[in-house]
């Protein structure tokens, strides 16, 4: 895997094998949603719920004193600067909060709320007095476990002796200690470490053990095992809580076998649309050309923020380079960055301090750049067997039908990939209409 990245002067370190399709890690993503996330994610779908038991009654709250709180927790809650439920919480603080504890397998897009509700439960539950383990939160990274720690630091900020420990590979505690935190936050195989080998955890005073990320947990080798030969452990009245932000039956089947008697909730996605971008495309002969193309459509047009996508790292490290000499400001996004550089590259677009970014495969989902107006395809999404990608082209260009402003989208196409792209049209029966670059007056 090559590590190279522009220099500042725009030169490269190349090597010759970085030319592979970026690999879509879910942890990574996840954590760099996390890191990029501002504030809640809206959805106009309702959120629906299966009762473990359909005949007792159905609680929503609208806002957090309903809960009935401990003061100091919903002194934190109003530090974080949460006025009221999230639409997910309206539905899952009741029965997360109810006597006797409920399970809950509950799912719904990253962004919705779901981190701080099983916080809020935890702290709800914790006794501060009581100076051992009792709430068991596992998280498929390290990196996840420690973003999730900070959340009930923040939440909890006025909740006086609770605290956190991570069980987490590297955190090294010395034989013989006792530990007295009342929340563990860790990944499945420290965890299992901590509690079995090492004695460290008594489960069987576990009161609340939640499972996030679910999703990405189960795409991790030996994690799935290991969480279950945890839960086993459990005493029958601990709350068991289970989170992920997709659901295939894989999640199903596994959220299922782990979490006994469960109420369900569910937040579809909004779906994304097509419907309100116009899009186009430009016949080229070649890479060069595409760049003339791009060129044109940019200096035709007021552009206020564009994202231009390519199919490899090479093609986009090399469209960076030709634009960074043409003098525009772009920053490249590949799949060779750390997370915690691609979310400050993201955050510095965002601000407005790039116009451009250019960027592979890899990054497409989950950026959310509300400002940007304009998306470039300068290589169309394919697949390992060189058909279109109608999934990722949906990714790049379709913004959510309720809340997405319109935009425009231009494909660079080689001629011979034409083909490729009346795919596209005829896919999402929509109008992709061909552009000549040298008359941008078809756009306006
Ligand atoms: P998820 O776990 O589903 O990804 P989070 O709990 O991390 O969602 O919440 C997403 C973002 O929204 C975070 O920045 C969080 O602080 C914020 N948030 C969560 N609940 C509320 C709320 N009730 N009101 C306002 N902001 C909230």
Redesign the pocket.
């Given at each position: 895997r090559s590590t190279t990245v522009p220099n500042i002067d725009g030169s490269l370190n190349t090597e010759e094998d970085d030319d592979e399709d970026d690999v879509v890690d879910l942890a990574a993503n996840s954590l760099l949603n996390?890191l990029i996330?501002?504030?809640?994610v809206e959805s106009s779908h309702r959120v629906e719920v299966l009762q473990k038991d359909p005949s007792s009654p159905l609680y929503s709250v609208k806002t957090f004193e309903e809960l009935r709180l401990k003061e100091e927790l919903l002194k934190g809650i109003y530090a974080?600067?949460?006025?009221?439920?999230?639409k997910i919480?309206e539905m899952a603080l009741p029965m997360m909060l109810a006597h006797p504890p409920q399970n809950l397998i509950a799912q719904?897009q990253?962004?919705?709320?779901?981190?701080?509700?099983f916080v809020l439960a935890m702290l709800s539950r914790v006794n501060a007095l009581e100076l051992f383990p009792q709430c068991l939160c596992l998280a498929p990274t390290y990196e996840l476990a420690l973003q999730t720690g900070r959340v009930v630091e923040r939440m909890g900020k006025f909740c006086v002796d609770v605290e956190v420990m991570y069980a987490i590979r590297g955190n090294r505690i010395p034989r013989g200690t006792e530990v007295t935190k009342q929340i563990i936050i860790g990944t499945p195989g420290t965890v299992l470490d901590w509690c079995f080998k090492r004695k460290l955890i008594d489960l069987t005073k576990i009161r609340v053990f939640v499972l996030d990320e679910a999703d990405v947990m189960i795409d991790t080798q030996g994690f799935s095992d290991q969480s279950i030969r945890i839960q086993r452990a459990l005493p029958s009245e601990c709350q068991m809580l289970l989170f992920s932000a997709t659901f295939e039956d894989s999640v199903w089947q596994f959220a299922e076998r782990i979490i006994p008697d469960p109420n369900v909730i569910k937040l579809r996605k909004e779906e994304l649309t097509l419907n309100n971008i116009r899009q186009y495309y430009v016949l080229c002969e070649n890479r060069k050309d595409k760049y003339q193309a791009l060129c044109n459509i940019y200096g035709g047009i007021t552009i206020g923020q564009a994202i231009i996508f390519c199919q490899t790292r090479r093609n986009a490290k090399w469209l960076t380079v030709e634009m960074m000499q043409d003098g525009h400001q772009v920053s490249l996004l590949s799949g060779e960055l750390t997370v915690e550089q691609r979310a400050s590259i993201i955050q510095r677009f965002r601000d407005g301090k790039e116009k451009v970014l250019i960027t592979t495969n890899v990054c497409a989902r989950g950026i959310d750049v509300k400002q940007v107006t304009i998306v470039v395809n300068f290589d169309l999404p394919v697949n390992q067997s060189e058909e279109p990608d109608y999934e990722t082209y949906l990714h790049r260009i379709g913004r959510t039908g309720r809340f997405g402003k319109k935009g425009l989208a231009f494909n660079m196409i080689e001629v011979d990939k034409l083909p490729l792209l009346m795919k596209i049209q005829d896919h999402f029966n929509s109008n992709i209409k061909q552009l000549d670059p040298e008359d941008m007056d078809e756009i306006e």
């Amino acid at each position: 895997r090559s590590t190279t990245v522009p220099n500042i002067d725009g030169s490269l370190n190349t090597e010759e094998d970085d030319d592979e399709d970026d690999v879509v890690d879910l942890a990574a993503n996840s954590l760099l949603n996390k890191l990029i996330r501002q504030s809640l994610v809206e959805s106009s779908h309702r959120v629906e719920v299966l009762q473990k038991d359909p005949s007792s009654p159905l609680y929503s709250v609208k806002t957090f004193e309903e809960l009935r709180l401990k003061e100091e927790l919903l002194k934190g809650i109003y530090a974080m600067g949460f006025n009221r439920p999230s639409k997910i919480q309206e539905m899952a603080l009741p029965m997360m909060l109810a006597h006797p504890p409920q399970n809950l397998i509950a799912q719904s897009q990253s962004g919705t709320g779901k981190t701080a509700a099983f916080v809020l439960a935890m702290l709800s539950r914790v006794n501060a007095l009581e100076l051992f383990p009792q709430c068991l939160c596992l998280a498929p990274t390290y990196e996840l476990a420690l973003q999730t720690g900070r959340v009930v630091e923040r939440m909890g900020k006025f909740c006086v002796d609770v605290e956190v420990m991570y069980a987490i590979r590297g955190n090294r505690i010395p034989r013989g200690t006792e530990v007295t935190k009342q929340i563990i936050i860790g990944t499945p195989g420290t965890v299992l470490d901590w509690c079995f080998k090492r004695k460290l955890i008594d489960l069987t005073k576990i009161r609340v053990f939640v499972l996030d990320e679910a999703d990405v947990m189960i795409d991790t080798q030996g994690f799935s095992d290991q969480s279950i030969r945890i839960q086993r452990a459990l005493p029958s009245e601990c709350q068991m809580l289970l989170f992920s932000a997709t659901f295939e039956d894989s999640v199903w089947q596994f959220a299922e076998r782990i979490i006994p008697d469960p109420n369900v909730i569910k937040l579809r996605k909004e779906e994304l649309t097509l419907n309100n971008i116009r899009q186009y495309y430009v016949l080229c002969e070649n890479r060069k050309d595409k760049y003339q193309a791009l060129c044109n459509i940019y200096g035709g047009i007021t552009i206020g923020q564009a994202i231009i996508f390519c199919q490899t790292r090479r093609n986009a490290k090399w469209l960076t380079v030709e634009m960074m000499q043409d003098g525009h400001q772009v920053s490249l996004l590949s799949g060779e960055l750390t997370v915690e550089q691609r979310a400050s590259i993201i955050q510095r677009f965002r601000d407005g301090k790039e116009k451009v970014l250019i960027t592979t495969n890899v990054c497409a989902r989950g950026i959310d750049v509300k400002q940007v107006t304009i998306v470039v395809n300068f290589d169309l999404p394919v697949n390992q067997s060189e058909e279109p990608d109608y999934e990722t082209y949906l990714h790049r260009i379709g913004r959510t039908g309720r809340f997405g402003k319109k935009g425009l989208a231009f494909n660079m196409i080689e001629v011979d990939k034409l083909p490729l792209l009346m795919k596209i049209q005829d896919h999402f029966n929509s109008n992709i209409k061909q552009l000549d670059p040298e008359d941008m007056d078809e756009i306006e």
